[in-house]
């Protein structure tokens, strides 16, 4: 990777060039991680961008290496900064923390007084949130707006959240409220320290998640294969 200035800002409509390559990016992602996000069109990220709500990293010769866009939800009394991208050969360089950033700046401007939420199965973008002030919260205090929810039916986990009735699933949830926060320095404070824990956390959701929907499926097929033997006598 040769050395490049990065630039990192607000996204308009001439980066629209970019959104087929980031879309494309975005499912390879979630493919290779095993986990779903909310699928996104090229025409939904270009509208992003003529809205300004999204932030674009780009070298100096115009390649984009980063991208990530603001949604609201439940009348703008919640932002996710969602669909954090960064190309494999700019990970682990800093470019994600800067883009995160950056859209949790322009959150607070365009909506002052939203909660800033999130949902991650990533260590690392938990720890960046930290940093930022957010803290791990449950799943009740993010918004109920059932158009948020069904943007996880994409996601490979989608029956685990279903059968956990919302309240649990293999993402973390975190959170930012301008009403009532921790300073960013005790926020991050406590990810260091709790730090083990919440891997330990994550494996053991994993493992536990992961066999409550295998046993699913298992009953599936058996009442799969009850119905066929039914029918045939």
Aim: with cysteine; net charge positive; glycine share 6%.
């Amino acid at each position: 990777m040769a050395e490049q200035n990065i630039i990192i800002r607000v996204a308009n409509s001439n980066d629209s060039i970019h959104a087929v390559a980031i879309t494309t990016c975005m499912e390879e992602s979630a493919k290779a991680r095993g986990t779903g996000i909310a699928k996104r069109s090229p025409e939904y990220i270009i509208k992003k961008m003529q809205e300004g709500k999204a932030v674009i990293a780009l070298t100096d010769s115009g390649e984009w290496l980063g991208f990530c866009y603001i949604e609201t939800w439940s009348h703008g009394a919640f932002v996710a900064n969602s669909g954090l991208i960064v190309s494999p050969a700019y990970r682990k360089s800093g470019v994600a923390k800067s883009i995160k950033k950056k859209i949790f700046e322009l959150s607070r401007t365009l909506y002052p007084g939203a909660k800033i939420f999130g949902l991650t199965t990533g260590l690392a973008v938990m720890k960046i949130n930290s940093e930022l002030g957010y803290e791990p919260v449950t799943y009740s205090e993010l918004t109920q707006d059932e158009e948020f929810w069904a943007g996880c039916k994409s996601c490979v986990n989608y029956d685990i959240l279903i059968s956990k009735e919302r309240k649990n699933c293999m993402c973390t949830a975190m959170l930012y409220d301008p009403a009532d926060h921790y300073e960013p320095e005790e926020t991050q404070k406590f990810f260091q320290e709790k730090k083990s824990v919440i891997e330990r956390l994550i494996r053991f959701k994993e493992w536990k998640f992961l066999k409550l929907l295998r046993k699913g499926m298992d009953k599936k097929e058996n009442s799969k294969d009850k119905k066929i033997t039914i029918s045939i006598f």
